[in-house]
């Protein structure tokens, strides 16, 4: 009986694993944390949140036109680089917000897509020179906005995803500089 009850449950962890297969490291590691720690959402959390989804997908959206309309290979490859790191970032905020059951937006507010209209109108070298201008002044935000959250988010699992991508859109700013730098 004994060995029934074990080989029952060994197959129920390998089940559980395996449904579990699709899900990341970083989202189980949420997941655990979020059960051992699930308390209400502070609404300036929440904004934090929204806030932090938007400027990822609007940073999407830029990479994107990066690889569309600019020329210099630096400004495409750092269009790629936005693409990936925001989609991940994005990825990680959402399993977050979900369990922390806190809606997030499906598309970027008009703020955002504004400055995406802008920059679409130009091609070449013009909008190399539009794009990291535009770049510089989007991290340097996001980069107050993210500081100011490692410092004053209530939620342990925003704060921690907060203080990872700070390092990320600091190492984004530096890329942008010394692209700049080297286009003068």
């Known amino acids: 009986m004994k060995k029934l009850r074990l080989i029952s449950f060994t197959l129920f962890v390998i089940a559980s694993q395996a449904c579990n297969g699709g899900m990341n490291n970083d989202a189980q590691l949420i997941r655990k944390d979020t059960l051992k720690t699930s308390v209400p959402i502070d609404k300036n959390d929440a904004q934090f949140a929204i806030e932090a989804s938007i400027k990822s997908m609007a940073e999407v959206e830029l990479g994107k036109l990066a690889i569309k309309n600019g020329v210099d290979k630096r400004v495409k490859n750092f269009g790629a680089m936005l693409i990936k790191d925001h989609i991940k970032a994005d990825r990680k905020l959402r399993t977050i917000a979900k369990i922390k059951k806190i809606s997030l937006p499906d ?75 080297s286009m003068k």
């Open 107 to 181: 598309s970027i507010d008009a703020k955002e897509q504004l400055s995406i209209i802008k920059l679409s109108k130009s091609y070449g070298k013009t909008f190399d020179t539009a794009f990291m201008n535009d770049m510089v002044k989007h991290h340097e935000n996001d980069i107050r906005m993210y500081t100011e959250a490692t410092k004053e988010l209530m939620d342990p699992d925003l704060r921690v995803f907060a203080n990872k991508n700070l390092l990320v859109l600091k190492r984004h700013l530096d890329a942008v500089n010394v692209i700049k730098g």
